[in-house]
């Protein structure tokens, strides 16, 4: 008798928020941008603005690990040409996404 009163007596049952079960979610996700997405955007932004300001007689690094001296940037077919042998004039072209970073002259000496 007394389990019927209970069953009965409040008729409802508490629902959980809709907003506290989708915290953990919303949590997860910042934390997710801001260590993971940001920081690879600022990545991906800092090597276009690198390889936009390319000169010419700037010492660079591919990806591959060659060095060279940037002889020549062809913006409308997105290549550039490096001179990696000062002796025999060797050049080899390369896209400009290949391109790692600059070497600063200071820092080699």
């Known amino acids: 008798?007394?389990?019927a009163i209970l069953q009965t007596g409040s008729g409802q049952s508490a629902q959980p928020n809709l907003f506290a079960s989708l915290l953990p979610f919303l949590f997860i996700?910042?934390?997710?941008?801001f260590l993971i997405i940001r920081p690879q955007k600022k990545r991906q932004k800092?090597?276009?603005?690198?390889i936009d300001n390319l000169k010419i007689h700037d010492?660079?690094?591919t990806n591959g690990g060659i060095i060279g001296k940037v002889v020549n940037v062809k913006k409308e077919k997105n290549i550039i040409v490096l001179r990696v042998d000062e002796s025999s004039n060797t050049r080899i072209e390369f896209q400009r996404n290949a391109i790692a970073?600059?070497?600063?002259?200071?820092?080699?000496?």
């Open 1 to 3: 008798m007394y389990y």
């Open 29 to 33: 996700f910042l934390i997710f941008y």
């Open 46 to 50: 800092d090597h276009q603005n690198l």
């Open 59 to 61: 010492t660079v690094i």
């Open 101 to 109: 970073g600059i070497i600063n002259e200071e820092k080699q000496g």
